[in-house]
């Protein structure tokens, strides 16, 4: 059996409170160290909290009298005691590149839901079921940073985490263009709809960041490792509308594709559900099924078909032709589950499994 002792850095937000309750029973992962800012140093993990407690589910006991530590100044002690960290903070960006970059300097592997590294080439952007080859990246990434074992992998931003699985099926086909309008729940932006004013009977049409991320990232996870670089994918264009709309959990996107070698609808479908066949991870968090298809007209929905699967599948449906682009569909996926900690959590498996965390 697999064991290994965990850091959480950023427990006390949004992300790290999902990851607490991910983690508290994981078979491989022993939570050992809670870090976030200064401010919250020093504290139990329940007074550090208190109502900045944001899940439905209950703060698990086992973590409520632990010590916060401060994520910086106590990088070197937290880095000795565990083999890797999870990493979720909300700091300036250049701040949070240098945070993961030491801890890996002190040789321990972060895996890391910011945004900060994520364009940086031989940092792997890993979605298991679809780019696990990319691991072989983090080589190169230990010889420019010079350690044994550290390294950063990244999670990708929540927005694209249910159409690039949809879409990576049929790369076969040569996509040329896609259009994707993303429906964003209030959990992305940390909020939660009883919270949040602004939100109840409106639609935002602005996430900031989140068009340019939805429009770069796929084309990395798409990419190819050449000359210790990941290569981004240049045959496919990608424009994005990213709008916040008052859900709880759950990102829809309806998506547009045009390919150059025209598939037929039905072996579109067969390619996604051929796809699932191909997939043998076997890891804790892997879904049985990654991709569902729906043949209801009036699904998937983000209140019906978000927890499918524990919160790691992806929903499509109303795959049909278009009049603009070749085909279209929606497609949906669970953005602080799948999108966000337990994206990682199957990251870090998977990582696990293949030798990289010890
Ligand atoms: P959040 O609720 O604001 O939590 C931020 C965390 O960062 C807190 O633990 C905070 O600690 C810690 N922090 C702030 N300044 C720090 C410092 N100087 N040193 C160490 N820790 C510090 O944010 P969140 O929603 O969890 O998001 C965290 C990260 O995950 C962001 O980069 C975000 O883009 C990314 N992300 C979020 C989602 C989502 O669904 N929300 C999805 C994907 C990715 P204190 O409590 O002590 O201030």
């Known amino acids: 059996m697999k064991n290994f002792n965990v850091g959480v850095i950023g427990a006390t ?10 983690l508290k029973d994981h078979p491989w992962f022993n939570v050992k160290v809670l870090a976030a800012s200064s401010s919250s140093a020093n504290k139990t993990y329940e007074e550090a909290v208190k109502e900045k407690w944001k899940l439905s589910e209950k703060m698990p006991e086992k973590f409520k009298n632990l010590i916060v530590l ?29 945070l ?12 890391s839901n910011n945004s900060a590294n994520r364009n940086v080439e031989d940092v792997p952007m890993i979605i298991p079921e679809i780019n696990a080859s990319h691991i072989k990246i983090i080589d190169s990434q230990k010889k420019r940073l010079k350690t044994k074992k550290g ?52 639609v935002i049409p ?11 990232e796929p084309l990395k996870i798409w990419g190819e490792i050449k000359n210790e670089k990941i290569v981004p994918n240049k045959e496919i264009s990608i424009t994005t509308q990213c709008l916040r709309v008052p859900v709880s959990d759950g990102h829809t996107a309806a998506v547009f594709v045009s390919f150059k070698e025209k598939p037929t609808l039905d072996e579109i479908k067969n390619k996604w559900e051929d796809f699932n066949k191909t997939i043998n991870l076997n890891l804790p968090s ?18 019906l078909d978000r927890n499918l699967e524990n919160g ?24 602080t589950l799948r999108g966000a900690a337990k994206g990682a959590v199957l990251m870090a ?10």
Request: overall charge negative.
């Open 13 to 22: 937000g949004m992300v790290g409170q999902r990851f607490l309750t991910i």
């Open 70 to 98: 401060d994520a910086m100044k106590n990088m070197k002690k937290i880095a000795e005691e565990v083999d890797f960290v999870f990493c979720a903070v909300n700091m300036p960006k250049e701040e949070i590149k240098n």
């Open 100 to 111: 993961e970059e030491a801890y890996a300097k002190l040789e321990c592997p972060v895996i």
């Open 151 to 202: 390294f950063i992998a990244v999670k990708s931003n929540c927005s694209i985490q249910s159409f690039v699985p949809a879409i990576s099926p049929l790369l076969c086909f040569k996509p040329t263009k896609i259009l994707a309008c993303t429906y964003q729940a209030v959990s992305g932006a940390g909020r939660t709809l009883e919270e949040w004013e602004e939100i109840k009977d409106n």
């Open 206 to 216: 602005f996430i900031k960041n989140e068009e340019e991320k939805s429009e770069l």
């Open 286 to 303: 892997s879904p049985k099924k990654f991709l569902h298809y729906f043949e209801e007209e009036d699904r998937p929905q983000s209140k």
């Open 312 to 335: 790691m599948a992806i929903s499509i449906g109303r795959l049909r032709k278009d009049s603009q682009y070749d085909y279209k569909f929606i497609c949906l996926s669970h953005n």
């Open 349 to 358: 498996e998977l990582l696990a499994d293949e030798g990289y965390l010890k």
